[in-house]
């Protein structure tokens, strides 16, 4: 089993910038794939960005230029820089943990976090 754990996030002006972090345990040495998804009221649980080990890290088009997603493996977490954010990007946020073994992708999810960008 994975466990994965958000922190942060919370309440801000539009333009300003909030910071998401999540931490991996457990059985994670076959966890490849990282990265943070985001689900709206009434909206589908949408891809934010993910990074991959080895690659370049992949942004939705909607974030690109205002996220940045980062991974520490030696402390095994990743984080999610958000900067000018709009009210669009109001959401819960979860983090997500995968990998691909004989043909099945596992995934697993934190609980997520709200994220609220308002006047």
């Known amino acids: 089993q994975v466990q994965l754990v958000e922190s942060g996030g919370g309440l801000v002006q539009p333009g300003g910038s909030l910071t998401l972090s999540c931490s991996a345990s457990g059985n994670i040495f076959s966890i490849n794939t990282m990265g943070w998804y985001r689900q709206a009221p009434g909206k589908q649980r949408e891809l934010v960005a993910v990074i991959i080990d080895g690659e370049t890290p992949t942004y939705a088009y909607a974030v690109q230029g205002r996220f940045t997603i980062s991974r520490d493996n030696a402390k095994n977490t990743v984080d999610l820089q958000m900067n000018s954010l709009k009210t669009e990007d109001t959401a819960v946020y979860y983090c997500?943990?995968?990998?691909?073994?004989?043909?099945?992708?596992?995934?697993?999810w934190g609980q997520g976090r709200q994220v609220s960008v308002a006047s």
């Open positions: 997500s943990g995968a990998y691909v073994e004989t043909g099945a992708t596992y995934q697993y």
